[in-house]
């Protein structure tokens, strides 16, 4: 465990910010991994990532390159992930049964223990952090809970990042509807008075028009607006 708990504080925050608009997710689960090389008693560490969608993502850290194909379909992270819960494992020696690609593979790396904790937000699991071991044995329990601080700062951070992008998403859809609706209310009112009727009759020409030709309502109504759009053919509804 780390003697440096300014270093450990510094990490911690960087885990946990994740609001600059370069952040970068795969970058963001490597660092994950790094800091539990850096700070734990630990060889190797890697770091698996659920999307809202369900989808599998890896990133390692240390003596693991040739275990990240593998971290997705078997070993200590993806058993953590789908139990949410801690998963010590003393001797990778005795699961080869188990994981018969992950733990073969870790022992060539020199990796003979490992553990996994979720990453989680209150009862929200949406991956795990893996540490792997070069000596066989239980992990020091001081380990295993600030491996736990590690990935609760970390999903903080994955959350957060997802709540700002689902936010700024339903800004833009919300805009681009406001800016659809004013620009059908616009059209509406320009060809009531162009055409001397009222704005109901207008709008069923805009949208009798838009469906026969497979347009949307407000692209046609923009048209109409910017004046590059012959607004007789919307009276007769000629190609």
């Known amino acids: 465990m780390t003697e440096h708990p300014h270093r450990l504080a510094e990490v911690l925050v960087g885990l946990a910010d994740t609001l600059g608009s370069d952040f970068d997710l795969d970058a963001h689960l490597g660092r994950v991994a790094a800091a539990c090389v850096e700070l734990l008693d630990a060889s190797a560490a890697g770091a698996l990532l659920a999307g809202p969608d369900g989808t599998l993502r890896a990133a390692a850290s240390g003596a693991v390159p040739d275990l990240l194909p593998a971290l997705d379909e078997e070993g200590p992270c993806l058993d953590c992930y789908r139990c949410a819960a801690t998963t010590v494992v003393p001797d990778l020696a005795r699961c080869d049964e188990l994981w018969p690609r992950f733990a073969p593979r870790a022992r060539e790396a020199g990796l003979h223990a490992a553990y996994a904790v979720p990453l989680r937000r209150g009862p929200q699991v949406i991956g795990a952090l893996g540490v792997l071991r070069a000596g066989p044995g239980q992990p020091p329990e001081e380990d295993v809970e600030l491996a736990r601080a590690l990935a609760d700062a970390a999903a903080v951070g994955v959350l957060q990042h997802r709540a700002r992008r ?26 009531a008075e162009r055409w001397g009727v009222g704005v109901d009759e207008a709008f069923a020409a805009l949208r009798r028009y838009a469906r026969s030709h497979r347009m949307r309502v407000a692209e046609l109504a923009t048209r109409v607006v910017a004046g590059g759009f012959d607004t007789d053919r919307l009276r007769d509804g000629t190609p």
């Open 166 to 191: 689902e936010q700024t998403l339903l800004a833009e859809q919300l805009q681009g509807a406001l800016d659809s609706r004013v620009a059908v209310e616009q059209a509406k009112g320009l060809l």
